[in-house]
């Protein structure tokens, strides 16, 4: 039995107060002493994603920005790239919208709503440090965007409204509290890890598929896995928006959650 590892970034693998991994690091080398694919699933851009995965020695396929585009590495000889093409030296599998059309499309929602509303390409780097608690060069790296656009969420429209404006624009969106991402219409992370999981040359593919996230962000990628399994907040508690999914839930937050729900997976 192999698994395979679809896991969220922020909050999940990495610590929601401080981005790191420390804790989860011998999990990750035994998964890559076992030949196990770790294919991290983000609304993180392939410019943020792509030190980290440095630092971590993973060379898989990692999906970005929402589930609208997996880049895989062109001698992965694990998947079948023929529905796949040439981008910035991976072969790449798109799902979102361009980032031009992702602006445009957040202009028209301004519009539609009445609102002036920030997107990322809207902020100086300075403004995008203070609201998200990024060092410079990591807010850079975000504002490198391919397929969406993130905005502040306004506070004085509801949820609903803003979705149906989106959905009548011919897009999709991902609310948040702070910020909401737009993306096109037939991106999602539920539907990038399924397209990837039939690239597998083995069919059926590596088994069981888990997948791990830890806000409703997460909800389409959770949903598209054998054994969702969901990490807590620093206070040991579950984001209302996931409480109704049949999960496993981490015993801790962050990085140490991750590693001791994986650990039960991990051969002897």
Request: glycine share 8%; hydrophobic share 40%; charged share 15%.
């Amino acid at each position: 039995m192999t698994p395979v590892v679809f896991t969220d970034l922020d909050g999940t693998l990495l610590n929601s107060h401080d981005y790191r991994c420390d804790e989860a690091i011998p999990t990750l080398t035994l998964l890559q002493h076992q030949n196990i694919p770790i294919i991290p699933v983000t609304s993180k851009t392939r410019a943020e994603v792509e030190p980290l995965l440095k630092d971590l020695h993973l060379q898989g396929p990692f999906i970005v920005e929402n589930g609208s585009g997996v880049f895989i590495h062109p001698d992965d000889e694990r998947f079948d790239l023929s529905d796949t093409q040439p981008q910035q030296g991976y072969r790449l599998k798109q799902f979102g919208c361009s980032y031009p059309q992702a602006r445009s499309a957040l202009s028209q929602l301004s519009q539609h709503l009445d609102l002036t509303l920030q997107g990322f390409g809207d902020l100086t780097v300075p403004q995008l440090t203070a609201l998200t608690g990024l060092a410079p060069h990591a807010a850079q790296q975000a504002q490198t965007r391919d397929f969406s656009e993130p905005f502040i969420t306004p506070r004085d429209r509801p949820h609903q409204t803003i979705q149906q404006a989106v959905s009548d624009l011919g897009f999709r969106i991902v609310v948040g509290d702070r910020f909401s991402h737009l993306i096109g219409p037939q991106a999602s992370k539920g539907t990038a890890v399924r397209w990837l999981l039939q690239q597998f040359h083995h069919s059926p593919p590596p088994q069981p598929i888990l997948g791990l996230g830890n806000s409703p962000n997460d909800l389409d990628l959770l949903e598209a896995v054998e054994v969702p399994i969901i990490i807590p907040n620093n206070k040991g508690l579950i984001h209302p928006g996931l409480q109704h999914l049949d999960a496993q839930i981490a015993p801790h937050a962050g990085a140490r959650g991750w590693a001791a729900a994986i650990a039960p997976w991990l051969a002897p």
